[in-house]
């Protein structure tokens, strides 16, 4: 595995190295050492799956309040989606800032979504499937969210909304003091 730091520290791309020969393909897309020796979290606790009928399908922007913090590692198994993450870590240098990276079953990339941050994608093609890697258990609790569309964030996705929970078309626009800090 290769882990690319992105512009907002903490957060990884990581790319597998298959080795290919005449049946295919075979790739590690999580080794817990070698998590470990980078220093980011290595023990998930719980695996969730997303599977999204058609493509401009929305989730997010969600994330859990401390010490219910999640870690996420995020995979597309099946189709493509616009992955975007914020950084709401109080004292950041990039707090506020979003990223957004492309994830599709063709390039097995993952992305590694550091406590702190808010997570939410698009879905680009039909049909397309996402896998979470998490490192705390669901707590409802905890949950928090924001607008998909929050000006202050400014997120640019890149089709029109489509399908979209109720809970997320009517959550909140980000609270000035989760920027600002």
């Known amino acids: 595995m290769r882990f690319v730091e992105t512009e907002l520290p903490g957060a990884f791309l990581i790319e597998v190295e298959p080795q290919r020969d005449e049946r295919g393909l075979f790739a590690r897309t999580f080794c817990g050492d070698e998590f470990a ?16 009928a058609r493509a401009g399908t929305l989730r997010g922007m969600h994330w859990q309040d401390p010490p219910q913090a999640e870690v996420k590692l995020v995979r597309c198994t099946a189709g493509a989606i616009f992955d975007a993450i914020v950084d709401l870590r ?11 990276v492309e994830l599709a079953a063709e390039t097995r990339r993952m992305l590694y979504v550091p406590e702190g941050f808010a997570h939410g994608f698009q879905t680009l093609r039909d049909a397309s499937e996402v896998f979470y890697q998490i490192s705390r258990s669901h707590a409802p609790a905890a949950a928090r969210g924001f607008r998909f569309d929050d000006p202050d964030v400014g997120i640019r996705w890149p089709l029109p909304p489509g399908e979209m929970s109720a809970r997320d078309r009517e959550l ?10």
């Open 37 to 52: 020796a980078r220093g980011l979290a290595s023990c998930f606790v719980q695996c969730s799956t997303s599977w999204n």
């Open 90 to 100: 109080p004292g950041s240098p990039t707090r506020g800032r979003w990223l957004s």
């Open 172 to 181: 909140p626009r980000l609270r000035r003091e989760d920027l600002d800090g």
